[in-house]
T-cell receptor, first 114, second 114 residues
Framework: AQTVTQSQPEMSVQEAETVTLSCTYD???????LFWYKQPPSRQMILVIR??????QNATENRFSVNFQKAAKSFSLKISDSQLGDTAMYFC???????????FGTGTRLKVLA | AAGVIQSPRHLIKEKRETATLKCYPIPRHDTVYWYQQGPGQDPQFLISFYEKMQSDKGSIPDRFSAQQFSDYHSELNMSSLELGDSALYFC?????????????FGEGSWLTVV
């Protein structure tokens, strides 16, 4: 079974500052993948970043990077130089090689303040 | 690039009626997923299909059924609708999820049951 926990229901950050969103997970899969999705007010689900568990190097996509701690089963998202357009709900998700689904966390609502 | 197409985008039904949602995956994608997202909730996995066969099943009510057709499009049929079925229904698609490929989401179908 897989579970994903996001312990921060809401966060706020000043424009241009850096913020880190937390995510922990549990899985019985040997080979699995981790994702962060962004859901703005339009409710569209947009992929932010993807991490392969067998890769030790942390994934980076422009202003978005992750801190992947496999032993601790932690997968946090860092947003640098926050922009107003980053205001959204952020979901952490995982899937494994033995399943045909993503499991999502409960989300963190991020508000970027001008 | 082509995206996941869902129709209708908005649907209003009365209690005990039936609704059908359609999903057209990204060309060449072999797996389709259905998720339900209630107000303020994370997306809940309903069901998935790989190569037209049901591949995984989540918290899908017995009143709901789904299938994937020979052209890979999928339909979610919901009968005896209840007020609690009001939600945003996402369809998503991917190629070979077990290899860790990303799931791409459609814009969702809003179902309101009155």
């Amino acid at each position: 079974a897989q579970t994903v926990t996001q312990s921060q229901p809401e966060m706020s950050v000043q424009e241009a500052e850096t913020v880190t969103l937390s995510c922990t997970y549990d899985t019985s899969e040997n080979n699995y993948y981790l994702f962060w999705y962004k859901q703005p007010p339009s409710r569209q689900m947009i992929l932010v970043i993807r991490q392969e568990a067998y890769k030790q190097q942390n994934a980076t996509e422009n202003r978005f990077s992750v801190n992947f701690q496999k032993a601790a089963k932690s997968f946090s998202l860092k947003i640098s130089d926050s922009q107003l357009g980053d205001t959204a709900m952020y979901f952490c998700a995982t899937t494994g090689s033995g399943t045909y689904k993503y499991i999502f966390g409960t989300g963190t609502r991020l508000k970027v303040l001008a | 690039a082509a995206g996941v197409i869902q129709s209708p985008r908005h649907l209003i039904k009365e209690k005990r009626e039936t609704a059908t949602l359609k999903c057209y995956p990204i060309p060449r994608h072999d797996t389709v997923y259905w998720y339900q997202q209630g107000p303020g909730q994370d997306p809940q996995f309903l069901i998935s299909f790989y190569e037209k066969m049901q591949s995984d099943k989540g918290s899908i009510p017995d009143r709901f059924s789904a299938q994937q057709f020979s052209d890979y499009h999928s339909e979610l049929n919901m009968s005896s609708l209840e007020l609690g079925d009001s939600a945003l229904y996402f369809c998503a698609s991917s190629l070979n999820l077990k290899a860790g490929n990303t799931i791409y989401f459609g814009e969702g179908s809003w179902l309101t049951v009155v």
